[in-house]
């Protein structure tokens, strides 16, 4: 076990270059059984196992049947961690989540109120189709997903390290449901849009759920591996004109790239920064490489902006999408960069 | 990433410690992007520099520097090429930037360019050696040429820097001659004997000018048979050489440079001997027009006009010469030295109002009838003679030799050509020669007349001399009767004299007329051909805009053929009047041209142009008919000009046909309901507009009733405030709630 203290400063090279070995194996064999019931999206699983290890939440977007459920749950299989599901309805309650206080009597006949926890006090948290709960519901999830801690009445509870947050939800069944807010959007330090997958993943996918039973996945990893791998991936350089770039994207979707300003109404926070440059890292480290580059920024641009960028009427009413936004942020900079 | 104290060693030491190979490539990605770089800016500084030194030196020329500020110019335009040079020397590309240009090539995430930056911040951990260890060994798989190949400068500073260096220099032209005329001293100081400069093509050759030219249009044969007739061989020589230049002139075999040159040294080489000059002068005599490469068919046409009236005037002047004395001989005289057929016309008919003496009408005659024997020797026009002839003997030849050279050819398709235009464009000089054919009949007619008249009044004293005296019984009083029947007969002859010398004098008229008119239409269509060319130069591109023009070409001008049916004052049993008008219209304006022949107690010729919709502009020309005498007139804006004739045919009493010609002026409100015949002709059609208000009505009704008056700020507040109750009321479903209020977050006033 290494701090991250010791990961930028007193591990040698052959430390370093033997614990990017062992994560690149570690992360390929997650990834291996994970495959073992996920059909194909690679990028959706690379993206989830980044966000979990970057020590974030991830909020998966498709429409039903894509196997957004199926892949956390797979995730949670694999990870020996605990794993609780909500089905978000709009008579959910918050405490129904974070969990509430019953009046237990004890041995000597007295009663107190005794703390009971909700589903969130586990290690991975599927809320599934979170945009059809209340607001207040959604926003009792707020602290846990920031904190890690969940205040009921007059006391804390801190929720067990690692927690993360795998929600989901239809961005076409809109009856019934209530968008996220900003606030709390900007918590989910990715946001993946699950895609339909492709001709030959559905033959697989056919294949697999019809001809036999499903596959058994094997836990591969474990909570302090993965905090591990969260402090080893701190300890990663990254170079200065590569942070340069990631502060002029998240800069940039604020008005001082030109090409852009008329879509946005509000750019992304310093949380974007946060999950770009931990993202890139992570990436860098999973692709075999000691350091994060440009190229890692990009790619991660989209999960780390889309669901923070706030589109202006303008881009609404021209159908805009933030993806788009995302693209010609990129290409403005990119402009910018080699002018 | 960890802040370290600032470069305590510098990077490359670092790099070479850890990745030798990454930094060898490096650094010669260094000296590669430098290189490129050096150029890059070397194009763009040196480039500004060198304009402005082009730019001085071109100044020089017409404001020479003083004499001591030339070492400055120098020593300043020498320095700054220095400056810029070693500024562009001593900026080398940073090796992190030649490691960022190597990643971006090869697509290498960032490796090397990481590399460097973890040396240069002092990263000694082992993140930094892994990575140095991982840069060096993707370095090991680049191949530089292929990642950053050498290119020329590239962008718009290095070619905008060319351009403006090649302007300059282009401007500056001759920088010897700027240095001669600015630097004179520069010149001197280096005791640099400059040969003087040779002067223009154009100016060296000026002396040859129209004579070269002239002689350039000589038929080679007719030099050929000059040549045969000298007997120097020193001339001959020379003439031959001239032939030959002559004949690769003509057969298109050297320039017109070249020819000038080749006559220029066969000037210099010229025998000085009057046989030649004698002989040139014969060549330059011989010197078809039709040769010349300015040949103008309307000059020829002016050259047979006056032809044909120095005929007559010559005519006229030899019958002059047996006319009795007297106020009517100094009147023909006198219309004879300002060669006014007019006054001749003129005088001839006082002469044709007088009672003129026996003695008289004999002289009167002999004038006529020479009179009409000079008229029959003249030979008017004979342009189109010479060319029918000179066409029929090439075709004579062509025939016997079963074909032509290519000098011949070309003269045969140029003859053809030339009659060709002269039978289109100058059917009036045929007529003219057949209105001095008519005026010799008539002359000869009146002689023929006054010798009667003088046969009579002999016969007639006679008769009166034997009746008075008695003595000759029944044949002298017949004879007397017979006299004075004769008597008789000769007062109605006089009569018919009178009347033939009055149409002699009218067909002089005419004839004069008739050539004034045409010198008035060359001289309109001259300015009609300078309008049309300003038309298409100035307003070339506005043609487009004209949509009401009857046929748009590119230079912004149509042509309109149109039948004028101009209201005439037509008698009864006269054939009404034809006309045909020709419109050459432009964006902006019209130029009309037109004719209209009469036939009746009217005749003439009318343009005009009136206004029509959609032209800005239009002018007319007309002219007073030929009643009285002819003009034209220009009605417009001085630049546009037309031409009228009117020839009066009118057979009414005593040739008074005509006495109301030229009263016509064609106006708009009065003449010539023109109706549109060409079916090619584009009109606009105007589109039926719908019964609804049209774009610009709604505006300004809205305009009318008001717009928004409150700010969308002001109204805001209270519209939410409205859809957020409604919300509450209506039993929306929770996410279409959540998307009003969504919209109205969206358009929130910020």
């Known amino acids: 076990m290494i701090t991250p203290e010791q990961a930028h400063t007193e591990l040698t090279a052959a430390q370093v270059q033997q614990k990017m070995a062992w994560m690149a194996e570690r992360l390929q064999t997650l990834r291996t059984e994970l495959a073992k019931v996920v059909v194909g999206q690679h990028e959706v699983i690379e993206a989830v196992i980044l966000g979990m290890l970057g020590g974030g ?141 492709k001709p030959e993943e559905l033959h697989e996918i056919v294949a697999r759920t019809t001809s036999g039973p499903m596959a058994q996945i094997e836990p591969v990893l474990s909570g302090p591996e993965i905090l591990e791998i969260h402090d080893f991936a701190m300890g990663c350089p990254i170079a200065r004109h590569v942070v340069d770039y990631a502060v002029q994207l998240v800069h940039g979707s604020h008005g001082s790239l030109p090409g852009v300003q008329k879509w946005l109404r509000a750019g992304a926070s310093p949380r974007a920064l946060q999950a770009l440059v931990m993202g890139a890292k992570l990436r860098a480290l999973m692709h075999g490489r000691p350091a994060a580059s440009i190229d890692d920024i990009k790619a991660l641009a989209k999960p780390a902006l889309r669901h923070r960028l706030l589109l202006s009427f303008d881009a609404e009413a021209d159908r805009v999408r933030p993806d788009q936004v995302v693209d010609q942020l990129i290409s403005e900079l990119d402009r910018r960069v080699k002018g | 990433m960890p802040k370290t104290s600032p470069a305590s060693a510098p990077p490359e030491l670092l790099l070479q410690q850890r990745a030798p190979e990454a930094l060898a490539l490096l650094r010669r990605a260094q000296r590669r992007l430098w290189t490129q770089v050096l150029l890059q800016r070397l194009a763009v500084w040196l480039a500004l520099p060198l304009a402005a030194a082009a730019l001085i030196v071109a100044a020089t020329r017409w404001v020479p520097l003083p004499q001591a500020w030339d070492p400055t110019v120098d020593l300043l335009t020498w320095l700054l090429s220095v400056a810029v040079a070693i500024w562009a020397v001593a900026h080398r590309t940073p ?211 006056l032809a044909a009236r120095k005929a007559v005037l010559d005519a006229t002047q030899k019958a002059l010469d047996a006319a009795p004395e007297g106020e009517d001989k100094k009147a023909l005289e006198k219309a004879l030295e300002q060669a006014d057929l007019g006054m001749v016309a003129k005088a001839l008919q006082k002469l044709a109002e007088k009672d003129l003496q026996p003695k008289d009408l004999e002289k009167w005659r002999k004038t006529l009838e020479k009179f009409a024997d000079a008229l029959k020797d003249a030979k008017v026009p004979k342009g189109m003679e010479e060319l029918a002839k000179k066409i029929s003997r090439l075709e004579k030849q062509r025939a016997e030799q079963g074909g032509l050279n290519p000098s011949d050819q070309r003269r045969l398709q140029e003859a053809r050509r030339d009659l060709e235009q002269l039978r289109r464009e100058n059917g009036d000089a045929e007529a003219a020669r057949h209105q001095v054919q008519r005026l010799e009949r008539q002359a000869r007619q009146a002689a023929d007349e006054l010798r009667r008249v003088a046969e009579g009044e002999s016969r007639l004293d006679k008769g009166k001399g034997a009746g008075q005296k008695g003595q000759q019984g029944q044949q002298g009083q017949q ?239 209270e519209y939410s405030q409205v859809a957020e109750e409604m919300l509450d009321k209506e039993g929306l479903p929770p996410g279409r709630k959540a998307l009003v209020r969504r919209y109205f977050e969206k358009i929130r006033p910020r």
């Open chain 2, 95 to 305: 090796l992190q930037k030649a490691a960022r240009a190597v990643d971006e090539a090869s697509a290498g995430s960032d490796t090397l360019a990481t590399a460097v930056d973890l040396a240069a911040h002092q990263r000694r951990d082992g993140w930094a050696q892994v990575q140095a260890a991982y840069a060096d060994r993707a370095s090991q798989r680049l191949v530089l040429p292929q990642l950053l190949p050498m290119r020329l400068p590239q962008g718009w500073r290095p070619s905008a820097a060319a351009a403006l260096a090649l302007v300059a220099v282009v401007a500056a032209a001759d920088p010897l001659d700027s240095l001669r005329m600015g630097q004179a001293q520069l010149a001197s100081g280096l005791a640099v004997d400059l040969p003087p400069r040779p002067p223009g093509f154009e100016s060296a050759r000026q002396d040859l000018g129209e004579d070269a030219t002239q002689l350039l249009s000589v038929d080679e044969r007719l030099l050929g048979e000059i040549e045969e007739q000298l007997s120097d061989p020193q001339t001959r020589k020379w003439i031959g050489d001239l032939r030959q230049v002559v004949q690769a002139v003509q057969q298109g075999r050297i320039d017109k440079r070249q020819a000038l040159e080749q006559l220029a040294a066969l000037e210099a080489a010229r025998p000085n001997k009057p046989e030649l000059d004698a002989a040139l002068q014969e060549a330059k005599a011989g010197a078809s027009p039709g040769n010349s490469p300015d040949h103008d068919p309307a000059e020829a046409e002016r050259q047979r006009d």
């Open chain 1, 57 to 197: 939440h991830v909020l998966l977007e498709g429409v039903p049947g894509l196997g957004k459920t199926l892949l956390v749950r797979t995730l949670a299989q694999a990870l020996h961690l605990d794993f609780a599901r909500v089905q978000f309805t709009p008579d959910l309650k918050a405490s129904d989540v974070l969990g509430t206080q019953v009046l237990m009597e004890d041995e000597r006949g007295g009663r107190q109120l005794v703390f009971q926890p909700g589903p969130i006090f586990t290690h991975v948290l599927l809320a599934d189709e979170i945009n059809r709960a209340t607001p207040k519901t959604q926003s009792a999830l707020l602290e846990a997903m920031q904190e890690r801690s969940v205040t009921i009445g007059t006391k804390t509870h801190r929720i067990a390290a690692p927690f993360f947050v795998l929600a989901t939800q239809n961005p076409l069944e809109m009856e019934g449901t209530y968008p996220l807010p900003e606030a709390q959007l900007d918590r989910f330090l990715f946001k993946i849009e699950v895609p339909f997958p």
């Open chain 2, 479 to 717: 004879g007397g009767e017979k006299g004075g029947q004769k008597g008789e007969s000769g007062g109605a002859s006089q009569q018919a004299m009178r009347e033939a010398m009055r149409q002699a004098a009218d067909e002089l008229r005419r004839q004069d007329e008739g050539q004034k008119s045409r010198q008035a239409q060359r001289i309109g269509e001259s300015r009609m051909r300078d309008l049309r060319e300003a038309l298409s130069r100035g307003e070339g591109r506005k043609g487009q805009a004209g949509g009401e023009q009857p046929r748009g070409q590119d230079g912004g001008q149509g042509q309109d053929q149109r039948q004028a049916d101009g209201k005439s004052r037509l008698k009864p049993g006269q054939k009404g009047e034809r006309g045909q008008e020709q419109h050459n219209s432009g964006d902006n304006g019209e130029a009309g041209q037109g004719q209209a022949g009469q036939q009746g107690d009217q005749a003439g010729q009318d343009g005009e142009a009136g206004n029509r919709p959609g032209q800005k502009r239009s002018f007319r020309l007309g002219s007073k008919g030929l009643g009285d005498k002819s003009r034209t007139e220009l009605i417009g804006e001085g630049y546009e000009q037309g031409r009228g004739q009117r020839s009066a045919k009118g057979q009414g009493q005593s040739g008074e046909g005509g006495s109301q010609a030229g009263t016509d002026r064609g106006s708009d409100q009065g003449q010539g309901k023109k109706i549109a015949m060409d079916a090619a002709r584009t009109e606009k059609v105007q589109g039926q507009q719908g019964s609804g208000p049209d774009v610009k009505q709604t505006f300004m009704d809205a305009a009318r009733k008001g717009f928004a008056r409150q700010g969308w700020r002001e109204v805001y507040a």
